[in-house]
């Protein structure tokens, strides 16, 4: 049974940091590039950034660029965003997947407010 979970999430005031993480299982987490995506209520899903299966490289969002990293760690099958300098417009539901979309988390609620 394939799952991802999302965990780290929470109310955080703007300027500072939550660090994300998604434990998969069911599927071989190695072998698959990953994505983290976010949703703001009322808005459409928007891609954060993507890491290849290695961990070896990693794109970003323009709009978080600078401020999120990605990173993984294969041993331990889990998926992290690291995300810094947190502001306003940040909000949303944080939702992990295999790059392709094949599965997903049932994401997390990060909440950036003073």
């Known amino acids: 049974q394939v799952q991802l979970v999302e965990s780290g999430g929470g109310l955080v005031q703007p300027g500072g940091s939550l660090k994300l993480s998604c434990a998969a299982s069911?599927?071989?987490?190695?072998?698959?590039?990953m994505s983290w995506y976010r949703q703001a209520q009322g808005k459409e899903r928007e891609l954060v950034g993507t890491?290849?299966?290695?961990?070896?490289?990693?794109n970003l969002a323009d709009s978080v660029k600078g401020r999120f990293t990605i990173s993984r760690d294969n041993a331990k099958n889990t998926l992290f965003l690291q995300m810094n300098s947190l502001k306003a417009e940040d909000t949303a539901v944080y939702y992990c997947?295999?790059?392709?979309?094949?599965?997903w988390g049932q994401g997390t609620q990060v909440t950036v407010s003073s």
């Open positions: 997947c295999t790059a392709a979309g094949l599965y």
């Open positions: 890491i290849t299966s290695s961990g070896g490289t990693t």
């Open positions: 069911g599927f071989t987490f190695s072998r698959y590039a």
